[in-house]
T-cell receptor, first 116, second 112 residues
């Protein structure tokens, strides 16, 4: 099983619909992140959570919300999807000492979301 | 404003040569810099981390340098192989924060 699992892998939804993307991890990491990737724009941080009770907005949080249901689960919601939210979405995890120990983030395989 | 810049044009090289990718940044005081590999439709995979007080880090055929005066990191793949073809992303964690910020990535194509 993958360390970081994202569901669904692909999703097509209509404008105005609510959609939830889910992420679960078996790494035991305390920190979880949601990134969005668009061609030519790289990865941009949407929300991040350093533990279950700590949730913070990232660079592009407008139009998104998150829920950290447990240490291992972090979901991203689009309350009313719009076409410019069409993108590749990645969940990532890390632990609080990862930089000091020389480790990077662990990413899921992504969810390709299309809003029509 | 803070920027992390990587060459958006693809780098094409011949198998066996050394590939060198560049990452430049402005208005950051990075605690450390990371390099990731990303294959099409997949999530980024961590390769190497280099700290602000380190000049060079090696791992097998990979070498990363970090010059905080020039505000630049170079990523080298020696004896490149077609399997090294991918997009390579650099990312910074600043001393002011704990989050990773990514550059746009450079696509590497290694031709047999």
């Amino acid at each position: 099983d993958a360390d970081v699992t994202q569901t669904p892998r692909n999703r097509i939804t209509k404008t105005g619909k609510r959609i939830m993307l889910e992420c679960s991890q078996t790494k035991g990491h305390d920190r979880m992140y949601w990134y969005r990737q668009d061609p030519g724009l790289g990865l941009r941080l949407i929300y991040y959570s350093f533990d279950v009770k700590d949730i913070n907005k990232g660079e592009i949080s407008d139009g998104y919300s998150v829920s950290r249901q447990a240490q291992a689960k972090f979901s991203l919601s689009l309350e009313s999807a719009i076409p410019n939210q069409t993108a590749l979405y990645f969940c990532a995890t890390s632990d609080s000492g990862q930089g000091a120990r020389g480790y990077g983030y662990t990413f899921g395989s992504g969810t390709r979301l299309t809003v029509v | 404003s803070q920027k992390i810049e990587q060459n958006s044009e693809a780098l094409n090289i011949q198998e066996g040569k050394t590939a060198t990718l560049t990452c430049n940044y402005t208005n950051y005081s990075p605690a450390y810099l990371q390099w990731y590999r990303q294959d099409p439709g997949r999530g980024p995979v961590f390769l190497l981390l280099i700290r602000e007080n380190e000049k060079e880090k090696r791992k097998e055929r990979l070498k990363v340098t970090f010059d905080t005066t020039l505000k630049q990191s170079l990523f080298h793949i020696t004896a490149s192989q077609p399997a090294d073809s991918a997009t390579y992303l650099c990312a910074l964690v600043s001393n002011a924060g704990n989050m990773l910020t990514f550059g746009g990535g450079t696509r590497l194509m290694v031709k047999p």
